[in-house]
């Protein structure tokens, strides 16, 4: 028996079981090998399954399309049954007083040949609400300013889509309240392969409390940052052969 309470997290809202679908998903070892839905009446999920060691099972409860994960669950005779409450948020449309708390930017590749580089970009954006956030038009909730030269841009988030559009990344990627969304997105930009040299600019689209740009040092000949950036502690990726050094370059209160 797998089965738990489903409560709403939001004040004033009331959870609408129409709008609620509960699935268990069944691995074998780690591949998937089936699913199960699970009944849903009266504020609580309630799936009966075997019992069986081989089996892990993964609840997925889903609310107005946002997916909420349960942690894993493996049944035997002895411990049959898994119960796991969960609590739900209600969407809004309307954009919260969202700040991120973090913004790295981390090259990843450089061609000098052909002058292009490969970035990756986190934004750790913060929702203050009780309500998950799921964008206006088109569902965007972020709009990210592209780095200059950007010739490539997209997103990694599994349950985002990103869209590069007038000079920035448009992110309809839901933004989850009381906590961390992480926003990853990834850029091919071009240098000037003559001067051998790139200024990086890293826009903030709301308040941030950081913003850090990470550099493999193999890639660099220096360093130099501008307005109110400086030089942070190196970063140590990888072990042994594969151990990479960054350099980095930290800006705070970024506004």
């Known amino acids: 028996l797998i089965a738990g309470a489903i409560t709403m997290g939001s004040a004033g809202a009331t959870l609408d079981e129409s709008a609620l679908s509960v699935r268990i998903i069944i691995l074998e070892g780690e591949a998937v090998s089936g699913t199960v839905e699970a009944a849903v009446s009266g504020g609580r999920y309630e799936a009966r399954v075997p019992a069986v060691l081989s089996r892990t099972y993964v609840p997925v409860i889903t609310y107005r399309g946002i997916q909420y994960f349960v942690p894993p669950a493996i049944l035997d005779g002895s411990a049959p049954e898994f119960i796991q409450d969960v609590t739900v948020y209600e969407t809004t449309a309307e954009r919260p007083d969202l700040t991120i708390e973090s913004t790295v930017v981390t090259v990843v590749a450089i061609d000098r040949d052909l002058g292009q580089m490969g970035l990756i970009r986190e934004d750790l954006v913060r ?45 309809a990627v839901p933004i989850r309240p009381l906590g961390l969304t992480s926003i990853v997105t990834r850029y091919l930009v071009e240098y000037d392969v003559q001067e051998d040299a790139y200024l990086l600019r890293v826009t ?52």
């Open 204 to 255: 903030a689209p709301v308040t941030t409390d950081r913003v850090a740009v990470r550099v493999p040092e193999g890639f660099l000949r220096g360093v130099d940052p501008e307005g109110g950036a400086r030089r942070a502690s190196d970063e140590q990726v990888g072990e042994g052969a594969n151990a990479t050094t960054l350099r980095v370059v930290e800006q705070t209160g970024v506004g």
């Open 127 to 171: 929702n203050p609400s009780d309500r998950v956030y799921v964008g206006g038009e088109g569902g965007v909730t972020l709009r990210l300013p592209a780095p200059e030269g950007t010739l490539e841009g997209g997103g990694d988030n599994p349950e985002g889509t990103f869209t590069l559009e007038a000079g920035g990344i448009s992110a």
